[in-house]
């Protein structure tokens, strides 16, 4: 049913987040089963499954489950051996998560422009910035897109996946998650496999899967325990968040399509707007995340969008445009979408009149800035 509008922009008809987990009764019967086991910290039954289906579901040996996806990208670092004096190239239009991980290894950030035609980092820029002391580069599938992976090898160094956004996504048929050296997700509660916080990280090298292991294990091995033998931090994921987690993959192609309902239907409604679309590479199977559209007077169009309790958001800043990560850098096609792009809200909870309720919105403030 859709929407019908009010008029009155000024008084909110209801509050729409952002976005909103989908958690349901199988979900609280293994968490109810992980309380009633005993076993709630950083080890269990139910980590080393949510382990061990993750793997089968993007295509990965090895998958070590961590508190959140930014560990999961410090640990993937980390057993690389990268640290003081080392470069890791990164996106200049991503989450801070990537560039803050590389520095707190030590190491330097070096940032690149993104393609226009993927929001992803641009592989013609990387090779203006890549130096003999470019130990890794962290290509971020932006909002539920794959970067360029075959393009981003040709460098020759270790390519990491970050898909903390882009559960379900594919590169030329290859899931998302299944790419690079090493891979990363976040399981936090926006994403659209959640749980609550969470992330973990995947390898196909045996070798790495180890040393990753010893290190999120606070340096020991299991054969060994309260032995030491490398610097080593606690970075697990605890049982009851992998229950959460189990409940989610039982759930995996529901959760998605219902991001992929939500992500359709905004572009029906808002079709003849003039709003950009975010692009999709020909190479892509681009699942939805938070859905993202591009308006030149955006900033005019959102207090009046959020006048209407929806939760719509600019998104994040250039990374390059941050004191923290470096001297200011010219990034341009970063610089536009940071300026002109905003999120809806997107959940698979959300109802036809809910997505409705918010495309009437926008198409209600662009008509009341001259825009629609």
Not at 5 to 10: K, Q, R, V, W
Not at 201 to 220: F, K, N, P, W, Y
Not at 265 to 293: D, F, M, N
Not at 328 to 340: D, N, Q
Request: glycine share 10%.
């Amino acid at each position: 049913m859709a929407y019908q509008p009010s008029g009155n922009l000024s008084r909110p008809a209801r509050r729409v987040p952002l976005s909103s987990p989908d958690l349901t009764e199988i979900e609280r019967g293994y968490v109810m089963a992980a309380i009633e086991s005993g076993w709630i910290s950083g080890t269990g039954p139910y980590l080393s499954e949510f382990e061990r289906r993750m793997g089968e579901r993007i295509d990965r040996k090895h998958v070590v489950a961590t508190a959140n996806g930014t560990l999961a990208l410090e640990l993937v670092l980390r057993v690389l051996g990268i640290g003081r004096g080392d470069e890791v190239i990164v996106p200049a239009f991503t989450f801070a998560a990537p560039a803050s991980s590389v520095l707190a290894v030590g190491a330097s950030v070096v940032l690149a422009d993104i393609s226009g035609s993927s929001w992803t980092i641009d592989p013609d820029r990387v090779a203006e910035v890549i130096t003999p002391r470019t130990r890794a580069i962290i290509a971020v599938d932006v909002m539920g897109h794959p970067a360029d992976y075959d393009a981003l090898a040709k460098f020759g160094v270790p390519v990491i996946e970050d898909a903390a956004e882009a559960h379900g996504a594919e590169y030329k048929g290859r899931p998302c998650g299944s790419l690079g050296i090493a891979s990363i997700f976040s399981f936090h509660a926006n994403k659209a496999i959640a749980t609550g916080e969470g992330g973990c990280a995947a390898t196909g090298s045996d070798e790495l899967a180890a040393q990753m292991r010893v290190v999120a294990h606070h340096g020991m091995t299991p054969d060994r325990p309260y032995v030491h033998e490398v610097v080593g931090r606690n970075f697990r994921m605890t049982n009851l968040t992998a229950a959460v987690g189990l409940g989610q993959l039982d759930r995996w192609d529901e959760l998605l399509a219902g991001r992929r309902r939500v992500g359709d239907e905004y572009g029906k409604h808002l079709h003849a707007t003039g709003c950009g679309a975010r692009p999709v590479a020909s190479w892509a199977q681009y699942a939805p995340w938070l859905h993202a559209i591009t308006v030149d007077d955006r900033d005019a169009i959102l207090p009046l969008i959020r006048q209407r309790g929806i939760d719509a958001r600019p998104v994040w800043p250039t990374l390059s445009s941050q004191p923290i990560f470096g001297s200011p850098k010219h990034c341009p096609v970063a610089e536009r979408v940071a300026a002109t792009a905003l999120w809806l809200p997107t959940s698979s909870v959300m109802t036809s009149e809910d997505v409705a309720y918010v495309a009437d919105a926008v198409i209600e403030a662009l008509a009341v800035e001259g825009l629609g």
